[in-house]
């Protein structure tokens, strides 16, 4: 019998977290699955503690060598059996109906191929902010069509790898994940499939996620890493003005990476391809200021997130 989900756990060196990601998987509501975790050569205990759970017809698949996080995700979704893919990461967790709210979604929404909730941020002390994307308040805990994906994710995004499931056609059709990309490889794939499918939306949050550790990619350097091509993007679509804006907030948040790394010949590159014309006025500021002020600025935001406060750049 074919399974509704194929549930897919990419894993590395989350020992720390693994455990309460497959029990928050397993504890689901909706117990039509199956789940795949895939093991990127982890060099901890993670392997040792999955086995340890013993849980019923999971399946384990082992890279034999590192092959990276786009490829262990295509990995499990070559390997899934089932109508829709999703996939939470090693260290997030859902919420007990996060899979009986994207399985409603899908009956009650036939036309959409992708289906998103939203999604909480958990920062290092602990304190859980939902990430909330500008929706209208009384759309609040209802489930909905996203009529302009790319309009209603600037700022804050509508959804995560985590908190997001999938036809499995959607993903046949843009051939996965590019594995070239070492950063923001989730944002080409939803520019991919948003390009060319609907997405339903539930506006609540149905998952966990966890940012700002010191594994994060946000706080190291982007050299070396490849970004996704967004001028061939916009080359292919330049009429969709809203898809314009994003892919320029896009740029500018890359740009700021760079900056706050201190590459400044990739930071001063990006923000010469930026549209300031898109840009708010905070966001201007932020994107001319010298090094000392930002910091500064970079600090207050930080400060008044663990006090459970989002400072945005978005008027």
């Avoid at 194929?6 to 989350?14: E, G, H, T, W």
């Avoid at 069509?145 to 309009?151: A, E, G, L, N, V």
Wanted: glycine share 4%.
């Amino acid at each position: 019998m074919i399974p509704l989900f194929s549930v897919i756990v990419p894993l590395y060196n989350k020992e720390a977290y693994i455990v309460e990601t497959l029990r928050s998987i397993m504890n689901q509501s909706c117990q039509d699955f199956e789940l795949i975790v895939v093991n990127d050569c982890s060099t901890d205990n993670s392997l040792k503690l999955v086995k340890s759970l013993q849980i019923p017809n999971i399946r384990i698949i082992c890279h034999k060598t590192n092959k990276g996080l786009s490829a262990t995700r295509n990995t499990g979704a070559q390997q899934a059996k089932g109508e829709l893919i999703t996939m939470l990461d090693a260290d997030d967790r859902w919420h007990y109906d996060f899979l009986s709210s994207i399985a409603k979604m899908v009956v009650d929404f036939p036309k959409a191929s992708i289906f998103g909730a939203g999604f909480n941020e958990i920062y290092s002390n602990d304190k859980k902010i939902w990430a909330k994307p500008k929706i209208p308040f009384l759309k609040e805990n209802s489930s909905f069509i996203i009529r302009d994906f790319f309009k209603n994710s600037l700022g804050m995004p509508l959804y995560c790898m985590s908190s997001v499931a999938y036809k499995k056609t959607v993903l046949e059709e843009v051939e996965g994940f590019d594995e070239n990309i070492k950063y923001s490889e989730d944002i080409d794939f939803f520019i991919k499939i948003n390009l060319k499918y609907m997405s339903a939306y539930h506006c609540a949050p149905l998952s966990d996620v966890r940012v700002g550790g010191s594994e994060q990619m946000s706080v190291v350097k982007l050299t070396h890493q490849l970004l996704p091509d967004l001028d061939k993007y916009e080359a292919g679509d330049a009429q969709n003005k809203s898809f314009a804006r994003y892919l320029n907030f896009k740029r500018y948040m890359y740009a700021m990476r760079y900056k706050q790394s201190g590459e400044y010949d990739h930071f001063y590159q990006l923000r010469k391809n930026t549209n300031k014309q898109m840009l708010t006025f905070r966001q201007l500021i932020l994107l001319h200021s010298p090094k000392p002020i930002y910091n500064l600025i970079r600090f207050v935001k930080k400060q008044a997130l663990y006090l459970g406060i989002r400072l945005t750049t978005f008027d």
